[in-house]
Antibody, heavy 121, light 111 residues
């Protein structure tokens, strides 16, 4: 069974840093892209970027490039999304998702349950 | 404003057929990029519903079907059920933006 287990909810103050995680199991982790998708409260889905754990090839949405960093450690089957300085506008649910194949672009076949990030002073 | 345009809401009575449109342009759907559809039930993560325009993943009822023509795609739900109340999103790729793009989402209400 394919599973993507995301880290728990986080509460941070503006200006703080944060790294959230997504651990994959039940498939060959290096061979499929892992994407991060943001959902602001009451809003739609926004693709942030994607990483191929096999060689760490990373692509960012122009909307998020420079704002976040995506990384992965294939030895522990985990992908990461990190911020160096959070803003209140980063308050959202963040989902990781595994692609259907190793081709890019691709659809997102399996999703994690999401990590709720709250940024408030 | 989303690159892919979806109606904000559609509704139908139980048993009826509803369709959700996803209108793009020559740099995304019209360029031949695949369209995928997701269902997001309240308070849950999105779920892949249709991929590569018309294919249903294993376990998705055949009440759900996808189609594509020119720069638009559609999701049809036949035999509408209360459990189908959810938000639905289309997704494709835009070669001009070099970006995965989602539609703004459509809320389906069962009357």
């Amino acid at each position: 069974e394919v599973l993507l287990v995301q880290s728990g909810a986080e509460v941070r103050k503006p200006g703080e840093s944060l790294k959230i995680s997504c651990k994959g199991s039940g498939y060959s982790f290096p061979d499929y892209w892992i994407a991060w998708v943001r959902q602001l409260p009451g809003k739609g889905l926004e693709w942030m970027g994607v990483i191929y754990p096999g060689d760490s090839d990373t692509r960012y949405s122009p909307s998020f490039e420079g704002q976040v960093t995506i990384s992965a450690d294939k030895s522990i089957r985990t992908a990461y999304l990190q911020w160096s300085s959070l803003q209140a506008s980063d308050t959202a649910m963040y989902y990781c998702a595994k692609t259907y194949s190793s081709v890019w672009p691709e659809n997102f076949e399996y999703w994690g349950r999401g990590t709720l990030v709250t940024v408030s002073s | 404003q989303s690159v892919l345009t979806q109606p904000a809401s559609v509704s139908g009575a139980p048993g009826q057929r509803v369709t959700i449109s996803c209108t793009g342009s020559s740099s995304n759907i019209g360029a031949g990029y695949d369209v995928h559809w997701y269902q997001q039930l309240p308070g849950t993560a999105p779920k892949l519903l249709i991929y590569r325009d018309i294919i249903r993943p294993s376990g998705v009822p055949d009440r759900f079907s996808g189609s594509k023509s020119d720069a638009s795609a559609s999701l049809a739900i036949t035999g509408l059920q209360a459990m189908d109340e959810a938000d639905y999103y289309c997704q494709s790729y835009d070669s001009s933006l070099r970006d995965v793009v989602f539609g703004g989402g459509t809320k389906v209400t069962v009357l």
